[in-house]
DNA sequence: GTGATTTGTCACAAAATTGTCATCTTATTT
DNA sequence: AAATAAGATGACAATTTTGTGACAAATCAC
């Protein structure tokens, strides 16, 4: 499955610029000159982000990002407004169309792709229902349940209870289990892009997780990779040993 | 092996300049004056980098810069662009055009440099996630893991437990395997350039490196070339033998 | 509303990491 | 073989990172 990127500049050397750049990194660009083009192309595929150039014939960017905020079906998608520097103090009414960053011309290849990147990842986590079990724990995000197994048998269990973002952090661990993440990366994707919180407090919520993990026998499930961040895992950290 | 940096610029007066400068710095400058000569000379010679004006007769430089990235062969080189602050104040200017960085002229020599050698050294930092294998160790940074094979059967294994500056020294010096690396060299590397920190210092890392890996019969992966730096290798080094 | 729960931050404790030194070893040169 | 240079090694203090309990603000349930 490609990643859609509507581009709406009317520039065509910018255009072409930013296809080419959006290709390289393995996006798929949708191209547009005005609003009203754009207007056309969302109706036939929903892009999963949207680039928009704040100076438009006709209609101007921001009108077109309200347009987009204004319908159900295209409210979510994101946008990256592209703006030259000088009009950088609009950038409140940008904000206010609910624009999700900006890039200022002239920007580098690398910023356009790391900012696209950045506004994709923050996007709502991927909440698939799956059933998933690790390490003698089960969680079903369904009915919100989190199991952990005395034995191995599947018989004998307790119910873990967890409060809402202890929940959602060790879903999202389980669900890339063995993976590590750092603290900011978990902020991003589980607390979402707010991030007006310190790094410090994942270390508490996973504090917090552990705490519970234990009572229920299920100590070292949460590991700490010390100078990185944290990842669950049912193997042994060599951090662990003494 | 020396680095070169293809100069495209009309005027020979600031082309002399950045040439004396460059020589100065160690580099080898190639200079060319239009997009034209350009073309051969890549031809010729792949440079490291391209040092590119804004202003060519004939053809823009942004034109140019949208030649190279097309060519697959040209497409990863690095291009800093020279524009005049003018040129960069205004819309139309096309640092997007697939730079790397720019560079407003005037500009200092201190400035040119350090631009280059910035860029020159942000090419290879790609760190992938790309589990690496050698000499009987597994390194995998998505797990943070590192895995000592006992023998050559995958089966039994042991994990070695790192701090972090070790473990980025190993992981980059696998995934650089057989090269050698001067200390100052690594220190840019894997600690960042602007560290005041003693070339001394490498060693005493590479000197715990060693212990952590001797534990697990994994000795001489990290070898001393005299007179030189550091290098991994699974084949065993002429300065061990006696 | 009231009381319970959850959340983010802080301060302090505990633990691990890091850079530098002084001192040995080992190689290279003279 | 002595002198010199380069690297190895162990110790150590400073710094950084993480763990942990407490607390107040915010939120939720009723």
């Not at 904000?95 to 900012?115: N, Q, V």
Request: hydrophobic content about 40%; some cysteine.
């Amino acid at each position: 499955m490609s990643i859609t990127v509507l581009v709406v500049e009317d520039e065509p050397a910018i255009q072409d610029l930013i296809s080419y750049n959006l290709k390289k990194s393995g996006l798929t660009p949708i191209c547009a000159s005005n609003a009203e083009q754009a207007t056309v192309m969302i109706n036939n595929v929903l892009p999963d982000l949207v680039l928009l150039d704040w100076m438009l014939p006709n209609m101007s960017g921001l009108e077109f990002a309200r347009q987009l905020r204004r319908n159900t079906r295209t409210q979510v998608i994101p946008i990256i407004m592209l703006t030259a520097r000088i009009e950088l103090e609009d950038k409140i009414s940008g904000l206010e169309a609910g624009a999700d960053d900006y890039i200022t011309k002239p920007f580098s290849p690398r910023e356009l792709t790391a900012r696209i990147k950045a506004v994709l990842r923050r996007r709502i986590p991927e909440i698939s229902d799956e059933i998933i079990e690790a390490g003698g724990l089960r969680i079903d995000p369904a009915t919100h349940r989190v199991l952990a197994y005395c034995d191995d048998s599947c018989s004998k269990y307790n119910e873990v209870k967890l409060g809402p973002t202890e929940f959602r952090l060790l879903h999202f661990l389980m669900a890339h289990k063995e993976r590590v993440y750092t603290r900011t990366q978990l902020l991003d994707r589980i607390w979402g892009d707010h991030v007006f919180i310190e790094d410090r407090t994942v270390d508490v919520h996973i504090r917090r997780l552990r705490k519970v993990l234990e009572k229920v026998n299920k100590d070292n499930l949460v590991q700490t990779v010390r100078g990185t961040g944290y990842r669950f895992s049912s193997e042994k950290s060599a951090y662990d040993e003494e």
